[in-house]
């Protein structure tokens, strides 16, 4: 079982530049999520989608753009990258609201 | 607006010695849901256990249990008789619909 897998897992971009990262669940959840974690601060909500064609800022949302086309498939688009997006990035997807997130593996991104 | 507050940064203890790990929650919300989340040293995130705010009882699964009291807004969470693969960072988390508040997390080195 594959579960919640991110692409890349590594990306090292210079300020300015853009980027996608593609994740992709095969569990057919309903709702997928992307959230950043740095030092000392746990998980912040970047954006999240509670089905496909619909997403929704979270706690962190600025300097991102997401889609969310097919209901497996969950983009995360950086279209300027700053130094602050500097930070690891794992995307989830639950079934129900009570239910547990399935993580991916994390993306580690630089921006230089 | 939600918070979640794990005052513990890290905990060193040597095997089989007992672990607890604190957490304290602040939500306006009626309904909501606890969670605690490890990430091994290899980074991926696992979830290890869920409490939904009608259900104070507390339980036992294996060597972890759990202490949901929702008088003084704690949910701890304790590891019996830890063992070095126990070496990650405890992540305390409160929210529903996958939209998560996560605590800064607690780091437990367990040492031989």
């Known amino acids: 079982n594959a579960g919640v897998t991110q692409t890349p897992k590594f990306r090292v971009l210079k300020t300015g530049q853009s980027m996608t990262l593609l994740c992709a669940q095969d569990?057919?959840?309903?709702?997928m999520y992307w959230y950043r974690q740095d030092p000392g601060m746990g998980l912040r909500l970047i954006h999240y989608s509670v089905g496909e064609g619909t997403t929704a800022k979270g706690e962190v949302p600025d300097g991102y753009n997401v889609s969310r086309l097919k209901k497996q498939n969950f983009l995360l688009g950086l279209e300027s990258a700053a130094p602050s997006q500097t930070s690891v990035y794992f995307c989830?997807?639950?079934?129900?609201?009570?239910?547990?997130?399935?993580f991916g593996e994390g993306s580690r991104l630089t921006v230089l | 607006a939600q918070k979640v507050t794990q005052a513990q940064t890290e905990i060193s203890v040597v095997e089989k010695e007992d672990v607890t790990l604190d957490c304290v929650y602040e939500t306006r919300d009626t309904t909501y849901y606890l969670f605690w989340y490890k990430q091994p040293p290899s980074g991926e995130l696992v979830f290890l256990i869920r409490?939904?705010?009608?259900?104070?009882q507390n339980e036992i699964s294996g060597r972890y249990s759990w202490n949901f009291q929702k008088s003084t807004s704690s949910f701890n969470f304790t590891i019996t008789a830890s063992q070095v693969v126990d070496s990650a960072v405890y992540f305390c988390?409160?929210?529903?619909?996958?939209?998560?508040?996560f605590g800064a997390g607690t780091q437990v080195v367990v040492t031989p």
């Open positions: 988390a409160l929210g529903s619909w996958g939209k998560l508040q």
């Open positions: 409490r939904n705010s009608f259900d104070e």
């Open positions: 569990m057919n959840h309903e709702y």
């Open positions: 989830a997807s639950t079934l129900v609201r009570a239910g547990e997130l399935f």
